[in-house]
């Protein structure tokens, strides 16, 4: 892995950098929810990285890259630094997987008509516990917990992150802090705003022309996608999406059923043209 930085119209954004096995794959786009960092990706990356070229992206307001002031995190701002991102790397027909809120921005940009002329088109588009509406009732528990958080002196936060979930690895707990370190509760607060400002981001499926898998939480553990949210992106879904729900998994199934993740990711990848 190496760190990139890279030129946008927004500033200079952070991603993380795995190499591939070598041409003839769709590159790999990894992003990030929100309060969260590339450094979520730690085990995913270089998994993928056995198959494809992987880059996973410091979103606007997220580790390394701009922090514009709040009321600057609407998903179109989002979606656009994400266009310019895959045209200034010139990463034709790449796959784009997100994580909540960078569901959302994958699924905004994935049903944008002609998003950008040089990269017209995407592989694939891997959507893991995307918000129906960031002004839902689940939603809002993640970001009352979020807040706390925020709240917290830093020991005490890396007590609670740490002992949050008895799936989550010592290295997935530093990846969350990592991403709590390196943003603040006004642009947490502006996302939350920002998003809830949209709507409702089922219907963007049926706008989607790429191959889609969505990935939802186990609804016994700790989801984001409530039932009747679940029951509706089924009916927006295009003929070439497929919904997959993982067993044990919390909200953040990457961490809390890596081995389940990568397997639901490489039988979809497997399908793809």
């Not at 580790?63 to 994400?82: K, V």
């Not at 809830?196 to 706008?207: E, I, K, S």
């Not at 389940?260 to 990711?265: G, K, P, R, W």
Request: with cysteine; charged share 20%; glycine share 8%.
């Amino acid at each position: 892995m190496r760190s990139l930085y890279v030129d946008l119209p927004a500033g200079r954004f952070h991603c993380r950098h795995w190499t591939g096995p070598g041409a003839g794959r769709p590159p790999l786009v990894l992003l990030h929810g929100a309060l969260d960092s590339a450094a979520t990706w730690h085990r995913i990356g270089p998994e993928l990285a056995r198959h494809a070229e992987v880059f996973a992206l410091d979103q606007r307001g997220h580790g390394a890259s701009p922090h514009p002031p709040r009321g600057h995190y609407d998903f179109r701002q989002a979606a656009d630094d994400l266009a310019a991102f895959l045209r200034e790397l010139r990463l034709i027909r790449p796959v784009l997987i997100g994580h909540s809120w960078g569901a959302a921005v994958a699924l905004a940009l994935a049903a944008r008509a002609n998003y950008t002329p040089d990269t017209s088109a995407l592989s694939g588009l891997v959507l893991e516990e995307p918000p129906s509406s960031f002004a839902s009732p689940l939603l809002r528990e993640f970001a009352t917990a979020g807040e706390e958080l925020m709240g917290l002196p830093d020991h005490r936060r890396a007590t609670v992150v740490r002992g949050m979930s008895p799936c989550h690895n010592s290295a997935a707990a530093e990846a969350t802090l990592d991403g709590l370190r390196h943003t603040t509760p006004e642009i947490f607060h502006s996302i939350m705003a920002d998003g809830a400002a949209a709507g409702d981001l089922l219907p963007l499926l049926a706008r989607v022309t790429a191959p889609v898998l969505v990935l939802r939480a186990d609804p016994a553990v700790r989801p984001g996608i409530d039932p009747l949210a679940w029951g509706r992106a089924r009916r927006y879904l295009p003929e070439h999406g497929r919904l997959a729900q993982v067993p044990g998994a919390d909200h953040t199934i990457h961490h809390s059923r890596t081995a389940d993740y990568l397997h639901a990711l490489r039988k979809f990848l497997r399908t793809l043209p």
